[in-house]
């Protein structure tokens, strides 16, 4: 029942970022960043935590996770920290992703030519 319920939530919000794309003016990017406010937005009142409770790996693949984790590492870090970690929490839970991020893009854009 959990894959279920994960794959209905990933799909809702897919669905979402669809509607929003087809509907509106907005453009991916811009989509990609009101996800991602959403999700830090969420964790501010620790709502994220309970999709992630109930939906599984259906909260945390998509890049509204991606918001959840940047608000939720600079809070734990404002706490022991204060303003420091404010500006430096952000990256505590995401290096992993930012950093095999960069990493990809630069093994792809040696291995693949873009087409004009």
Known sequence: MIY???FLFAGFICA???????????K????TSLFVVIGAFLEL???YDILIKHF????????????HLLAQGAFLKTKTD???GLLTGSFTFTTAGITSTIIFSFIFALLFKPKN
């Open 45 to 47: 009142f620790n709502i």
């Open 56 to 67: 599984g790996a259906g909260a945390m693949v998509l890049i509204t996770s991606f918001g």
């Open 4 to 6: 279920i319920k994960a």
């Open 28 to 31: 991916p990017g811009h989509i």
């Open 16 to 26: 979402l970022a669809e509607l929003l794309l087809s509907t509106t003016k907005l």
């Open 82 to 84: 204060g303003l420091l």
